[in-house]
């Protein structure tokens, strides 16, 4: 901050002490579009909080949540006020990523603001689950928002609706696995029933799965592709690398049990690449055709 600067946060700094929330956010909002920095973000999501401005305050939270995890001060008001923002989901998520020390009390206060808004918010709880439900009937981009949008029922319901949809068979692929993924972050232990691309379906303990990035498998593709091409093409490497990972993210959780021979499906997609014929096991060649084919179709809807 230069001293004029410097000069209005400490004239905000001392309306803050008045307890005059909006007077300061008002000062803080300005120096945030001029000078950001984490003190000022912090100061701002607290004044605006203070004032119930709670969306307000939200928008700003959301850019730098991080700004919010060094002291459990900071750590409540964010729990607080993504409850008072319904952001149930969002906050659990949160939550999760903090020391083990805090989350007990922190969860506690999740799932009492969650019980509080079975009472308060019943419809609209209800009307979301219904939105959540019926998912499975939208395109991929509207399928995709109203994910997020169920992000704002309690743990309970949304655990029902990511059960149904994992099992219907118009929830598309990539957002069976971003609802796995979801369930794993939030340490779900329960069975989950997953109907998979072949209309198999499969038992899931989402908690046990890894994340995508650490999956052994997953990472021993990335370096057999990057030992095949390494710097000879790189070109060629992105490109496989950037397909390689969406095959990837189509078939979590199912990773492992789907690719047992990583020298081979790399030689395959490499073949693919070049549009040339690689002899493979048929299954492996079926498998990578059927994921070539829903990226194509992502890529024309793009």
Not at 134 to 154: F, M, N, W, Y
Not at 155 to 167: H, N, V
Request: glycine share 4%; proline share 4%.
């Amino acid at each position: 901050m230069d001293k004029e600067q410097e000069t209005q946060y400490q004239k905000a700094h001392q309306l803050l002490d008045d307890h005059r929330w909006l007077a300061a956010a008002a000062i803080l909002e300005e120096l945030i579009n001029v000078a950001p920095n984490d003190t000022v973000t912090e100061k701002l999501v607290f004044a605006l909080y203070q004032a119930k401005q709670y969306a307000r305050a939200f928008a700003y939270f959301i850019e730098q949540p991080t700004v919010f995890i060094d002291n459990q001060r900071n750590v409540k008001l964010a729990v607080r006020l993504l409850l008072h923002n319904q952001s149930y989901i969002v906050a659990r998520l949160f939550i999760g990523e903090l020391p083990l020390a805090w989350q007990d009390e922190l969860n506690d206060l999740v799932a009492t603001s969650e019980e509080q808004a079975r009472d308060k918010y019943q419809t609209t709880i209800q009307t979301r689950l219904r939105s959540f439900y019926h998912l499975g009937d939208c395109s991929l981009g509207e399928q995709q928002e109203r994910v997020s949008e169920a992000q704002q029922l309690p743990l309970k319901e949304y655990l029902t609706g990511a059960q149904f949809l994992l099992r219907d068979p118009f929830t598309h692929q990539l957002i069976k696995a971003s609802l796995i993924d979801t369930l794993r972050q939030l340490g779900v232990r329960q069975k989950v029933v997953v109907r998979w691309l072949n209309g198999h379906e499969y038992i899931v303990v989402p908690a046990t799965v890894p994340a995508l990035d650490i999956m052994p498998v997953a990472q021993a593709l990335h370096a057999e592709l990057a030992n095949r091409l390494g710097n000879r093409n790189p070109s060629e490497l992105q490109l496989a690398s950037q397909e390689l990972q969406m095959q990837l993210m189509i078939l979590y959780p199912l990773v492992n049990e789907k690719i047992t021979d990583v020298k081979a499906w790399v030689a395959y997609l490499i073949g693919k690449i070049r549009g040339e014929k690689v002899p493979v096991d048929p299954a492996i060649a079926r498998l990578q055709d059927e994921l070539g084919k829903i990226i194509d179709d992502l890529s024309q809807k793009d």
